[in-house]
């Protein structure tokens, strides 16, 4: 019998990307602990060393900001010198712990980190996945916030391929986690973010980090998803005034998994190792 109807993809060489993304690495120089308590160089290790093993493999790799823990050059070395190790393409935007012009002295043939003159915002044309990154980074300050500019840009770039199916990456997010410290520091203005975001249906994920850990919810006609942390994650404490306290949960990464059949599906796997796996069925069929 026929499948017509049935959503699944049969053609091999049907356009399809796979975008795997990691957060908030937090990196510092020189061996020192994150908060005293996170050894962040190793925990990116472990993540790039996942990441490259992962089949099939990801067509790039996102980092959705906080790159580093102070936003000093010499932690800008030490993530590079971390991120040499990755074989995959990758692509950067800022969060709150990172400076601007620091990340993109340590990362010049990062050409896409250019194309505007203050904001680290990017569009990227280069995979059947359209990519477009935005700079929510305030010198000093741990919120998040667009600029008007930003958002016209972001708004015509987004008119010039209506047909494309794209992913949005802003490092803070837009919507209310419930998650009270964190809140205080959000993405401000989210309407004005919405409004744009709520023109354009092709738009199909906003990606977020800042969170340290994965959360979804709907946002203007589609959805935002913000990634687990690669190293600590903030404590899943949704009492009204809860202690800014983060806690060592299994870090993880997500996977993006478009194909021009099935749409866009969002995976998340976990960085450290774990058992299995253990097959369901034997020779005898379902195992009792
Ligand atoms: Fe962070």
Not at 15 to 28: G, M, T, Y
Not at 30 to 48: E, F, N, P
Request: aromatic share 8%; hydrophobic share 35%; net charge negative.
């Amino acid at each position: 019998m026929a499948d017509q109807g049935l959503n699944i993809q049969k053609d091999p060489h049907a356009q399809q990307c796979l975008i795997a993304q990691i957060s908030d690495p937090h990196i510092k120089a020189g061996g020192k602990l994150s908060y005293r308590q996170v050894d962040t160089a190793s925990a990116l290790r472990k993540a790039i060393s996942k990441l490259n093993q992962l089949a099939p493999r990801p067509d790039l790799v996102l980092i959705s900001g906080d790159l580093v823990d102070f936003g000093h050059p010499d932690e800008y070395a030490t993530f590079k010198q971390l991120l040499a190790d990755l074989t995959l393409p990758v692509y950067l935007i800022p969060g709150n712990h990172d400076d601007r012009q620091h990340l993109r002295h340590a990362f010049p043939e990062h050409r896409y980190l250019f194309q505007h003159r203050d904001y680290l915002q990017w569009v990227v044309d280069d995979y059947p996945v359209r990519l477009i990154g935005l700079d929510s980074s305030v010198p000093d300050k741990p919120h998040g916030k667009l600029s008007d500019e930003s958002l016209e840009w972001l708004d015509t770039t987004l008119t010039e391929q209506p047909d494309k199916p794209t992913l949005v990456m802003v490092h803070h997010h837009p919507f209310v986690s419930g998650i009270d410290h964190m809140d205080r520091q959000p993405l401000k203005r989210p309407e004005a973010l919405a409004d744009v975001i709520g023109k354009h249906p092709q738009i199909e994920r906003v990606l977020c980090g800042h969170l340290h850990r994965s959360i979804q919810a709907r946002f203007a006609n589609t959805l935002v998803i913000s990634c687990p942390g690669v190293s600590h994650q903030v404590s899943l404490d949704l009492t009204p005034d809860g202690p800014a306290h983060f806690q060592l949960e299994p870090p993880g990464y997500l996977l993006h998994q478009w194909s021009a059949a099935n749409g866009m599906v969002t995976h998340q796997g976990f960085i450290d190792p774990y058992s299995g796996p253990f097959p369901f069925y034997d020779a005898n069929g379902l195992i009792d």
